[in-house]
């Protein structure tokens, strides 16, 4: 009796492992398909793909045919030679695939850039290198290495806002010439106009330099106007996190006009009106006498000195300072902006300092010599 069980289990069992296993090969199948074909390997060298794709090195033992994106033609094996502009490399936490995709949209932004070498050595750190060139004086051969020059004004068959990639490698398509492609999700990439903030300020998919200003909980809008607030910015790159569900990386020219200020420092007075200070730092009126640079709020990255916003007060705090007056900010429902004024007298007391909460971000500045007011992030509300 024992022995019929056991073919009977047997029996029942065989659709299921069916099942599973042609299911499995059905998605290894699948995922192949969505890589690309194979071209050919470190052994065999590369080897002809379809039109319209070209051929990049995965791994030493893995070529795979990727679509060619209209700005760029890409030259496998070759390395273009010249003088350098600004070498990006991948690394793991950015939301920024590797590919001759992101490379060409680099190069792109950045208006010295007329070709670029991508590097890909998965077995080192880092694995993927974007090397733009403002020039290029002749090319030699190295297999480790995808290579083109750019043409700025290609013809881009994308349609405008639909999605350009996805964050499983898939290749980057072009968007229309006045739009960007930007990490919408966790899985998503979609081509959409930047907002009107961002006029005059470099949005690049990857740094224009290596100084790195960090902020969370940004929109791509308010990444903008804390560039446009940072002396010596050259551009930002507004990135998706899954944790911290967005990043705006603002990029500062070390050797640009950068400010000799430190935290601490005095700034201005009500007077003469503000001076520099240091990126992630603003100039707070302290009194009618002293503004000092502080340290801008992680939740209220915006700040305009001198400023008050003409909008209806939901709540009004007596004394403390900035700082104080973003965190009741933060823990009123209702609140998005607010006015600090500063002590009118000479005096440090904070007596006479007061808060007033906004629910209106939307309304305008007008100038006040011992104001500041502050924006809660985006994120947040």
């Known amino acids: 009796m024992s022995g019929v069980r056991v073919v009977l289990r047997i029996a029942l069992a065989i659709p299921l492992l069916l099942l599973i296993f042609g299911g499995a090969t059905s998605a290894v199948d699948f995922r192949a398909q969505r890589m690309g074909r194979a071209c050919g390997s470190d052994r065999h060298g590369y080897l002809p793909c379809p039109d319209g794709q070209y051929c990049q090195?995965?791994?030493?033992?893995?070529?795979?045919?990727?679509?060619?994106?209209?700005?760029?033609?890409?030259?496998?094996?070759?390395?273009?030679?010249?003088?350098?502009?600004?070498?990006?490399?991948?690394?793991?936490?950015?939301?920024?695939?590797?590919?001759?995709?992101?490379?060409?949209?680099?190069?792109?932004?950045?208006?010295?850039?007329?070709?670029?070498?991508?590097?890909?050595?998965?077995?080192?750190?880092?694995?993927?290198?974007?090397?733009?060139l403002r020039s290029v004086s002749g090319r030699t051969q190295d297999d480790s290495v995808v290579a083109s020059a750019i043409d700025r004004q290609p013809t881009c068959s994308t349609p405008r806002d639909s999605v350009c990639s996805f964050s499983n490698g898939a290749p980057m398509r072009c968007c229309p010439q006045d739009q960007l492609c930007r990490q919408i999700s966790y899985e998503r990439y979609q081509c959409m106009n930047p907002p009107p903030e961002c006029r005059g300020v470099l949005v690049a998919g990857s740094p224009p330099t290596n100084d790195l200003v960090l902020a969370k909980h940004l929109s791509m809008a308010e990444c903008c106007e804390l560039c446009k607030a940072t002396r010596g910015c050259t551009g930002i790159d507004s990135v998706?996190?899954?944790?911290?569900?967005?990043?705006?990386?603002?990029?500062?020219?070390?050797?640009?006009?950068?400010?000799?200020?430190?935290?601490?420092?005095?700034?201005?007075?009500?007077?003469?009106?503000?001076?520099?200070?240091?990126?992630?730092?603003?100039?707070?009126?302290?009194?009618?006498?002293?503004?000092?640079?502080?340290?801008?709020?992680?939740?209220?990255?915006?700040?305009?000195?001198?400023?008050?916003?003409?909008?209806?007060?939901?709540?009004?705090?007596?004394?403390?300072?900035?700082?104080?007056?973003?965190?009741?900010?933060?823990?009123?429902?209702?609140?998005?902006?607010?006015?600090?004024?500063?002590?009118?007298?000479?005096?440090?007391?904070?007596?006479?300092?007061?808060?007033?909460?906004?629910?209106?971000?939307?309304?305008?500045?007008?100038?006040?010599?011992?104001?500041?007011?502050?924006?809660?992030?985006?994120?947040?509300?």
Request: charged share 20%; glycine share 6%; hydrophobic share 30%.
């Open 57 to 132: 090195r995965i791994s030493p033992f893995q070529y795979l045919c990727k679509p060619e994106d209209p700005r760029c033609r890409p030259l496998a094996g070759v390395r273009l030679l010249g003088d350098e502009v600004e070498a990006y490399n991948y690394s793991q936490w950015r939301s920024v695939p590797c590919s001759i995709g992101s490379c060409c949209e680099h190069c792109a932004r950045l208006p010295s850039c007329v070709a670029f070498n991508l590097e890909e050595r998965p077995w080192t750190t880092p694995g993927c290198v974007c090397r733009p």
């Open 240 to 381: 998706f996190l899954v944790l911290e569900t967005s990043a705006c990386n603002v990029w500062v020219d070390p050797f640009g006009a950068a400010c000799s200020a430190v935290a601490g420092d005095v700034c201005g007075n009500s007077t003469v009106g503000t001076s520099c200070c240091p990126a992630l730092t603003y100039c707070q009126p302290r009194n009618q006498s002293t503004f000092e640079c502080v340290q801008r709020p992680p939740q209220c990255m915006l700040q305009y000195p001198m400023a008050e916003l003409e909008a209806r007060d939901i709540q009004v705090i007596s004394g403390g300072n900035a700082t104080d007056c973003c965190d009741a900010c933060r823990r009123n429902p209702s609140c998005r902006a607010y006015t600090f004024y500063a002590s009118d007298s000479d005096s440090d007391s904070d007596e006479r300092a007061r808060c007033h909460l906004k629910a209106d971000r939307r309304a305008s500045r007008v100038k006040h010599p011992t104001a500041v007011t502050g924006y809660l992030n985006a994120m947040f509300t």
